[in-house]
């Protein structure tokens, strides 16, 4: 595919700022708003950032890494992007929905890429019912916190948490544990991308527990349902010889 309106985003470091103005002289540059094509610089964080901010889009996101890890990103160059992005492939990602619900009334939804993790607020471990498409699978969960994740970000959080990494296209998203006290064996579940997972905490006076979705936090929540929205599509461009699916099947093989 041919693009012939860049727009280059930059994350707030010296690195990604000296790269955003060299690729805008090198290759003309257009508004986010305007753009065909959306090259991020930075890390893995602020390309969660930049699908965030462009959700209602439509438009592909190729990373190019100006940060750390730069999991979600390909490798900086400043020759022939333009040929790059031509051939880059493209990896569609469905985010997940968090609603949650508040000890004060209050309701809160907000959409994840990588996860929405609940975990708790004071020293006392929390207690967790976790219900499957209404159905309780686990009366009580005690624990520092759990998390659903997608396939994009089972390499982060869920498996600092030593939950699975899964492929892209699995169709499963990974249901794991933080910190798990009792059931002291349990590790977490692999479940359908079309399930709802609702988590209910109990004692959340005594316990009070605070919800994720990848960085906006709901705090004393009561119940959060979450599931996978298939209407919406973020599409990432890779690399043809380092794309996603291979740095997640690559992951499994590190020593």
């Known amino acids: 595919m041919t693009f012939s309106k860049i727009a280059f985003v930059a994350a707030d470091n010296e690195a990604a700022a000296r790269a955003q103005v060299q690729l805008n002289h090198l290759y003309g540059a257009v508004p986010p708003a305007e753009a065909d094509v959306i090259v991020a610089l930075g890390g893995d964080g ?59 009334g209050d309701s809160f939804e907000a959409m994840a890429i990588n996860e ?79 399930a709802t997972v609702t988590f209910e905490i109990l004692e959340s006076d005594k316990r009070p527990v605070a919800a994720v979705a990848d960085y906006t936090e709901a705090k004393d929540v009561v119940r959060v349902d979450i599931y996978e929205d298939r209407g919406i599509g973020l599409e990432l461009m890779f690399d043809p010889e380092h794309n996603l699916e291979e740095r997640i099947l690559a992951e499994q093989f590190l020593p």
């Open 46 to 104: 602020f390309m969660l950032e930049t699908l965030h901010r462009h959700i209602d889009r439509h438009v592909p996101i190729y990373g190019m890494n100006r940060g750390t890890v730069g999991f979600l990103l390909n490798a900086y160059s400043e020759a022939d992007l333009m040929a790059r992005l031509e051939r880059a492939e493209r990896v569609r990602l469905h985010p997940l929905v968090m609603k949650a619900a508040g000890a004060n």
């Open 116 to 194: 929405v993790s609940l975990r708790r607020e004071t020293r006392q471990a929390a207690k967790i019912r976790i219900s499957i498409d209404g159905r309780v699978r686990l009366e009580e969960l005690i624990c520092d916190g759990v998390l659903v994740a997608t396939p994009a970000g089972s390499t982060a959080y869920n498996l600092s948490a030593h939950g699975p990494i899964i492929p892209m296209g699995a169709g499963v998203l990974a249901l794991t544990p933080i910190s798990a006290f009792r059931p002291r064996r349990w590790r977490g579940a692999l479940l359908s991308h079309q």
